[in-house]
């Protein structure tokens, strides 16, 4: 097999963007450019061809496209640890579960792109769970409607993962089934990659710290007919919706989740990595409202870059449940659940706080 040169494969993916007649596994040029661009950046900067020897092989159109999404937003060690055999095997299942489920054709494809073929859900070892849960779950759920369908996966993730508190690391969704507990974060990652290799999108949901009671929680919300709905992992209920954590979200300060590579879906911005999205949901959840803080010297000067912390009381600590910096107005926004937060802020050795609840914050002052 020829060896593909770095600079050679950048000019195949230029290639590939100008191509206005194939069918792209990111339609819109403007979403696809950024991803070329990013992945071109990158794989300049590793420079060794011999960690994108996936795209030597014979691949469809997109396949390549779906497998450079990927190769842009996928952690280092991802790339370093895994063959491209077994990013490519990963895009052909999801193809696959987009072909043969019934609902396939009707995702859309941001879902589909951020929320079925990202193979990590959190910091778990990656491992072959999409293929072998395909082909145990799909003839289980190839003859039910979406809604339910999300239903029988969680009972068959409760068949095979029961509650049980563990470390903090999280254990790989096969580690689990093998073991046959885990926490929440554990039994979140794993009906996360369940719904996926099924094809349906789905996302782990995570509270930083209750704001009723000391203590966090993760569980999953799985896309069904145009909407997000929520459910327990391994924790099946005869409807969605429906959890023993109702009441404490429906009271909840802030809930987020965190989505592969970068995403343009209707809910709020918290951060932006490199590789990632963290999107606010608490909407989902609990009547929230709006803050605004505004960041001031003693001398009422707008004060830019400022690092702004919301911190909810939890284990006996002010404990951040959000960070951002302030804007050249000197103003961060928040969309929070209604309670009390204590707002910090800091800069080059100076700071200010003050306490908030449902009111708009003015002249947070630096001491």
């Not at 949901?281 to 001031?296: C, E, F, L, Q, R």
Request: net charge neutral.
């Amino acid at each position: 097999m020829r060896r593909i040169t770095t600079s050679f494969f950048i000019l195949i993916l230029i290639f590939l963007s100008s191509c206005t007649n194939t069918a792209h596994f990111i339609s819109d040029k403007s979403e696809r450019e950024i991803v070329y661009r990013e992945f071109n950046e990158r794989a300049s900067k590793l420079d060794n061809d011999s960690l994108f020897n996936v795209f030597n092989k014979e691949v469809t159109p997109l396949e390549k496209e779906a497998l450079t999404f990927l190769y842009a937003y996928m952690p280092l060690s991802d790339i370093a640890d895994h063959s491209g055999d077994y990013f490519l095997e990963n895009v052909r299942y999801s193809m696959k579960a987009k072909e043969e489920m019934p609902w396939g054709k009707v995702i859309p494809e941001r879902e589909f792109r951020h929320f079925v073929l990202p193979i990590r859900v959190n910091n778990e070892n990656l491992d072959d769970s999409r293929k072998v849960f395909y082909e145990e779950l799909k003839d289980r759920v190839k003859n039910l409607s979406l809604h339910d369908a999300v239903l029988e996966v969680n009972h068959w993730c409760h068949e095979k993962v029961v509650y049980t508190p563990s470390d903090s690391r999280t254990s790989s969704p096969l580690a689990s089934v093998k073991t046959a507990y885990g926490r929440c974060g554990e039994e979140s990652t794993f009906t996360v990659a369940a719904l996926r290799s099924v094809g349906i999108p789905a996302r782990q949901v995570y509270t930083p710290r209750w704001a009723h009671t000391d203590d966090n929680h993760a569980w999953v919300e799985a896309w069904v007919d145009g909407k997000w709905f929520f459910l327990g992992a391994c924790e099946p209920e005869p409807v969605l919706n429906l959890g023993w954590f109702n009441a404490p979200a429906s009271r909840g300060m802030l809930m987020h989740t965190k989505v592969f590579g970068r995403y343009n879906g209707p809910e709020e911005k918290m951060y932006v990595n490199p590789r990632y999205t963290e999107i606010n949901v608490t909407d989902n959840y609990a009547p929230t409202s709006k803050v605004v803080v505004k960041v001031t010297d003693k001398d009422g000067n707008n004060v830019e870059n400022a690092k702004v912390d919301f911190k909810v009381y939890n284990y006996a600590e002010f404990y951040t449940v959000a960070s951002k910096n302030s804007d050249k107005n000197g103003e961060v926004s928040l969309t929070a659940g209604k309670g009390d937060m204590l707002v910090w802020a800091y800069k080059d050795g100076k700071f200010g706080y003050k306490k908030y609840h449902l009111q708009k914050m003015t002249g947070l002052w630096l001491y």
